[in-house]
């Protein structure tokens, strides 16, 4: 069985942005809501099984104690924020398994689950549907993969070498390099993504890299500078490749079976109403599921 887990967190922001305005009949906003829910349908139309979706119901997280400029939801639009409680309430009525996390973020979700449903078996292979680049690190072999579904590009291990230069094992360490604008912390200065790649491609993880670079086996332009930028920063450095490791300790699967979607609740039909979106009901109870 092929199992899809789904970054609802970023499919929210996605569809927020990318759809105009709709207000239902109780002034309540529902455009990326109901946007998220038809393309999980969609999923389940053409055949997906086995799904779980996580979400960051807080956005701020243990990350935040650790970096004060770690990203929080200050700057993001109340209207959006208002609408993680109602997609996992719709998600929910639907039938599909929702992990909305607090402590933790979404991305730690799908990588907990990931290595959890890679101990089974019967799962012939887990894909991620997400772009995020942290999420790289849980990739394995052809076996855990990444799913853009906007691009439609599937990324194994091989994919992951291809684009940043490093194996899936090394990207916490190429993240705490080259920093991540998204999540907030700014990587070291000089360190770019060519040299990271060039030196965690040899070495893979900070602490095996020679302090003096007339050691390294591959020598980026302005090695010395590198060098000495790093020595004098490694705590920070450290720090930063913590806050990239995803943890994967949430959530608890005992069985891939506990993902397998058996049809909406009934209240997904009230749901829907309140999206006003009716035909998303009309199209679920077509999809064939097991009794």
């Known amino acids: 069985m092929d199992v899809y887990l789904l970054d609802g967190t970023y499919e929210l922001f996605r569809h927020f942005y990318a759809l105009p305005p709709q207000a239902n009949s109780a002034g309540e906003e529902v455009a990326a809501t109901r946007g998220v829910v038809a393309s999980v349908v969609s999923m389940l ?18 990350r935040n104690d650790l970096w004060p400029g770690y990203k929080t939801s200050a700057g993001v639009d109340p209207i959006l924020l208002a609408q993680f409680p109602l997609l996992e309430e719709a998600l929910i009525a639907l039938g599909v398994v929702v992990w909305p996390m607090v402590e933790l973020e979404a991305d730690d979700a799908l990588a907990g689950a990931a290595s959890s449903l890679g101990g089974f078996r019967e799962v012939d ?8 680049k942290d999420l790289a690190q849980c990739v394995e072999k052809n076996r855990i993969v990444m799913l853009d579904r906007r691009r439609k590009m599937v990324i194994d291990e091989k994919g992951v070498i ?65 060098a000495s930028t790093l020595r004098e920063n490694l705590k920070l450095v450290f720090l930063f490749r913590d806050l990239a490791t995803l943890r994967k300790v949430e959530p608890t699967i005992n069985s891939p079976a506990e993902l ?9 039909a009230g749901l829907c109403d309140r999206l006003e979106a009716s035909q998303l009901a009309e199209r679920v109870s077509r999809v064939e599921h097991p009794s």
């Open 125 to 132: 292979r887990v894909y991620i549907c997400s772009p995020d």
């Open 45 to 62: 139309e053409s055949g997906v099984t086995h799904i779980g979706v996580a979400t960051d119901h807080v956005i701020e997280s243990f």
């Open 260 to 268: 397998l979607w058996k049809g909406p609740h009934e209240s997904f």
């Open 162 to 226: 291809e684009r940043f230069g490093v194996a899936p094992a090394s990207i916490p360490d190429y993240l705490a390099l080259v920093g991540d604008s998204a999540d907030g912390y700014p990587g070291l200065p000089g360190w770019g993504e060519k040299s990271a790649s060039s030196v965690l491609s040899s070495y893979g993880h900070l602490e095996e890299i020679p302090g003096d670079p007339s050691d390294w086996k591959t020598k980026p332009r302005g090695a010395d500078r590198l």
